[in-house]
């Protein structure tokens, strides 16, 4: 099993810039797609993106150009690199594992959420 711990939350302004890293505590954590997912006071929780276990990368529309995605199988990390931050950005981000099996098959493993921000 997967064990995640979120952290890097907290309040910015507009414009600016936040690293979220969660941390893994599991075997075979190199097999696993890692996500950031959030979820907004009032909206359903929201793909914000995901790495593969071979490095590929996929972002929300919203992301793309602003956010990066990485991960250190080393450190059993994954990081979400987050710039020119907007209010529209608030909500709690969640790490997620998601091993791949097969329809019916596949796990999932989620952290307890980080709060972010943007106001000014």
């Known amino acids: 099993q997967v064990q995640l711990v979120e952290s890097g939350g907290g309040l910015v302004q507009p414009g600016g810039s936040l690293k979220l890293s969660c941390t893994a505590s599991g075997n075979i954590f190199s097999f696993y797609s890692m996500g950031w997912y959030r979820q907004a006071p009032g909206n359903q929780r929201e793909l914000v993106a995901t790495?593969?276990?071979?490095?590929?990368?996929n972002y929300a529309d919203s992301a793309k150009a602003r956010f990066t995605v990485s991960r250190d199988n080393a450190k059993n990390t994954v990081s979400l690199q987050m710039n020119s931050l907007k209010p529209e950005d608030t909500a709690v981000y969640y790490c997620n594992a998601h091993l791949r099996r097969g329809v019916g098959l596949d796990r999932d493993y989620w952290g307890q959420g980080t709060q972010v921000t943007v106001s000014s």
């Open positions: 790495i593969t276990s071979g490095g590929i990368t």
